[in-house]
């Protein structure tokens, strides 16, 4: 960084929002090395625990980490490195805090504001930006996709996805290895993360060898789920496979729209009068159990699907660096209000362009699996689904070894 | 392998029992590699599902394997490639079954047995060993270690716990890292497997970078669990530490020997009837939200501790090929009722020998972690714990990839 002529150049401030994912850093990386870079950025700024503690004067700079040449660490290191938030900005934009917010902007004398996120932190932008435009602000805002749910519209697919779904696939495959050991029929139901939208569990898809192989079964939050039909399919894929194993995303519903999870609490409280509130895994497990009568286990893939560092997709952590840079690249080019995308280029060969696109169609959307992709009455995913997918997995990262023998990680 | 002169030589038999692990295939590699390169074994079977399977005539020979040189790749394939069994054999060693079982050893022209397991295998070798003194057999019956519990005897550890507490360790780190990104107090706990042994568990402090690290509070369930000293220990960790992580073993047990996490299952009945079985982990995160108001998770580790191939150990991957190879050249050698043990040599670098110790000694008793190792009131472990497990998680092994981009592993 250069500190010379620091009156004509503007500074960057880019902070991290919403769930960690395996590659947010990446995208961090991404945002601070073009930053350190260019010439007509003087500081890099950091936003700790977003904008939330950015109005609390809560931020950082970049310029000893890019010293001790430590920024290379982000690249493979999980959970947010400045902090996160779920900080909602209010919809009425003559809301004082906005006034706050900018008023500090321009003590820092910032002129390009990145903010890694997914849904409400586009919204976050898209708020700034609106108001920039009104109060005559020249503050670029520019919004860097991240979600382990790719539930982002206007966009190929979003950084943490891919990482999340190799997770996914690799674990689910070793979960079906050892599923298999014994001589005796057993289901095995592995629990996925995704509310909304089932790409997450889609990805378990990706585990299988050939089309008769583990997982049989995947069920998506798209379509509705019918539990006596899940169990006969069960039953049916067991005369095949007596080592089954069945993808379920956390989200499914039936055709009222009712969360299967929420069978489960409203079967008993515990103790402290609280509803017993597990995931649907546990609630199918038992209802297997208690139908088919076969040796049963719920295995919920939890919070490790989105900070695996040993199981990150090089794909994905190439892609949300580029992310990370391009928007900075945008907002020196002048733009504002919009959100870094990606679009898959035609031909046999996976290749990715990043693309801008207008942050106010992308906020408060949501971009599920397309019904046609779903197929065998809602059990299984189809070869568009893995033609999709497969590249954005693709790729091993070696993730640097610390003195300890584990990851190297950076910490703020 | 050679098959002339077969009538002078005799075959190897190997069987894998119990539940899998990392490297149980491993150990498996070791034997079928020495046994073909021996100049005195001329076949090399493997059971299918352990002994259970070869009372049904399911075995395999690994010519094939050994021709098309895919035996490499069950260094890196979790499960049991060969199938596993829980079949406990008769005390009553008058029972027909042992004649049914050397019967069929002798039709395969046997001389050279070798049982890859935990505790109850090693029962399994140490009767057949037994009932072959008894009946004059020349067949010889050697155990080779296995269990992510790490809690056999006469061994300074077991082939199976260096990967799975590689896996606990980078794990718990990056769950750390993944609950730090809020502003706001939170407790993560993260249950492990280990229900008499707290070997495992333990392992969780290898994912501190100092003392004063993630995960704060380490509970084993050799000491008594006391809920409200729980509680207080949270809350008191929580001043300090505002993202706390705490690590507990599924087999957590109050003064009376109750096991935690049927407090739960005390508390309700599912639709089913059924009780409501979920782990002390969950149980453990509704007692703290109760309590302390603050927002909490739970995560299982589940079965992936002992099938992640990611996370192997190399030093673990080493020494349970190493472990096998030993195993046939003490049968060779005229041993049995033996089983592979490893000795830690004195000195300051880790260096590890095989031995044989008597499997009668062996087999019904669990070795658990040292009282004396367990400090601060049992939320913590000592450095000899560190000293001490360090070594066995060390090194990481790359797996090679097949064309899908994913682990490469070999099924039967």
Avoid at 73 to 80: D, E, F, I, Q, S
Avoid at 84 to 103: A, H, M, Q
Avoid at 122 to 130: A, H, P, Y
Wanted: charged share 25%; proline share 3%.
């Amino acid at each position: 960084m250069r500190r010379d002529e620091f009156i004509m150049k503007k500074n960057l401030v880019v902070g991290q929002s919403g769930g960690p994912t395996a590659v947010i850093n990446s995208s961090l990386y991404g945002v601070v090395k073009e930053g350190c870079q260019s010439e007509e950025i003087d500081w890099v700024f950091g936003m700790v625990n977003g904008i939330e503690g950015f109005l609390k004067n809560r931020y950082l700079d970049f310029q000893k980490m890019e010293e001790e040449k430590t920024l290379e660490k982000l690249l493979y290191t999980p959970g947010a490195f400045l902090g996160s938030c779920r900080y909602k900005l209010p919809d009425d934009l003559t809301n004082p805090v906005y006034g706050e917010i900018f008023k500090k902007l321009e003590e820092l004398n910032i002129g390009y504001f990145c903010y890694i996120g997914g849904n409400d932190s586009m919204d976050t932008v898209s708020k700034l930006s609106r108001y920039a435009a009104g109060a005559d602000s020249s503050i670029r805002f520019i919004g860097i996709p991240k979600t382990v749910d790719n539930d982002l519209v206007m966009t190929d697919h979003t950084p943490g996805y891919g990482s999340a779904a190799r997770y996914v696939a690799q674990t689910v495959k070793e979960i079906a290895y050892d599923a298999s050991v014994y001589d005796s029929k057993s289901v095995t139901i592995v629990e996925i993360m995704g509310r909304h939208a089932g790409w997450l569990t889609a990805a378990g898809c990706l585990a299988r060898r050939d089309e008769n192989d583990n997982p049989r079964l995947i069920y998506l939050p798209e379509t509705a789920f019918d539990t006596e039909k899940f169990v006969a399919s069960v039953e049916q894929a067991l005369e095949e496979c007596p080592n089954l194993v069945v993808c379920v995303s956390e989200g499914i519903k039936d055709k009222d729209g009712v969360l299967i999870c929420e069978y489960d609490s409203e079967a008993g409280v515990d103790n402290f009068g609280h509803k017993m509130l597990t995931g649907c895994g546990k609630y199918l497990e038992r209802l297997i159990q208690q139908k088919l009568g076969v040796k049963v286990r719920s295995v919920e893939l939890n919070v490790c699907q989105r900070c695996s560092s040993t199981m990150m997709s090089r794909t994905d952590q190439e892609e949300a660096a580029q992310a990370g840079m391009y928007g900075v690249r945008a907002a020196l080019g002048g733009e504002t209000g919009m959100m870094v995308a990606f679009e898959r280029k035609d031909g046999s060969e996976y290749e990715m362009e990043c693309s801008l696109q207008d942050v106010n169609r992308i906020c408060n959307q949501e971009k599920t699996v397309p019904l046609e992709w779903i197929i065998r009455e809602g059990t299984d995913v189809s070869s568009e689904f893995i033609k999709y997918a497969m590249p954005l997995v693709k790729g091993k990262v070696n993730c640097p070894e610390g003195e300890d023998g584990f990851a190297d990680f950076v910490r703020r």
